[in-house]
């Protein structure tokens, strides 16, 4: 620290009665160098914490018993991890590659319109039932939905629901066309409630050709609900939206009958 000269005046009385002036000197010290010096103790105090904390770790690592529990920690971590990536490779992989296989002759049938087979398979061909309950989500999630179409087509309207509600894929055409499904299963089971609020998601998903005909259908259960107003909007929707399907040249007459009833 810098010291500051400071030089006191003032008078004294001398013996004579006249007045001198005198001169004391007093050291002091500057604000700034006051400051400077406490951020310098502070530093200091810091560095000695940071010297504690390193020299704490080094005993830690220098203890045997540490090294050791160390050690044990960083081998499980690596055999988790290569653990991981060996049933991937060597069992999940191939087993997905298997399943996949086993799925394209019951696609097949399925394109050929032949439910029954596809979904149960001919002693030859393995289902999609077969193939879910022994592969799981492992062929695809796709599974469930080609699942849940089958089951729909051979009257299994529950088993279809199930299967169908499990399919979570992330095409907005296939996730729509599955909610449409759970709505025509609901309404072979006479739960038309139910069943129009699966069709109103299936609408809900990315316009596409499809959603004139989910419209369609949830204009006509709207009318057996006894709800006119609401199915007069699917029917608007399809003139308007979707003038060129196949759904809008049919549903003139239903608005023709709302608005004249």
């Known amino acids: 620290m810098f010291p500051i000269f400071v030089v006191n005046l003032h008078f004294i009385n001398t013996r004579e009665g006249e007045y001198k002036l005198h001169e004391s000197y007093d050291y002091k010290y500057s604000t700034i160098d006051i400051t400077m010096a406490t951020k310098k103790k502070q530093s200091a105090q810091e560095e000695v ?3 504690t904390a390193i020299s704490s770790i080094e005993l830690f690592f220098q203890d045997k018993k540490n090294q050791q529990k160390l050690f044990i920690a960083t081998s499980a971590i690596i055999v988790i991890v290569f653990g991981i990536i060996a049933i991937n490779r060597w069992y999940l992989q191939p087993l997905k590659t298997e399943a996949r296989a086993q799925m394209f002759p019951a696609e097949q049938l399925f394109m050929d319109g032949d439910y029954a087979t596809a979904l149960n398979g001919d002693g030859n061909v393995m289902g999609f039932a077969q193939i879910a309950n022994e592969y799981g989500n492992k062929a695809g999630k796709i599974i469930y939905f080609y699942k849940g ?8 309207n529950e088993g279809a629901i199930k299967s169908l509600k499990k399919y979570d894929g992330k095409e907005k055409i296939a996730k729509a066309r599955a909610y449409c499904c759970i709505g025509d299963a609901y309404v072979n089971l006479d739960n038309n409630a139910e069943a129009l609020k699966w069709y109103k998601k299936a609408i809900a998903e990315e316009s596409h050709a499809y959603t004139a005909g989910y419209l369609l259908k949830a204009g006509i259960i709207s009318e057996e609900m ?8 699917f ?10 399907s196949i759904e809008a040249y049919e549903v003139g007459k239903y608005i023709s009958r709302l608005k004249n009833n």
């Open 149 to 156: 179409i089958c089951q729909l087509q051979t009257g299994d």
């Open 235 to 244: 029917y608007d929707e399809i003139s308007i939206k979707y003038p060129n």
């Open 226 to 233: 006894g709800d006119n107003d609401q199915a007069l909007k």
């Open 49 to 51: 914490k940071l010297g």
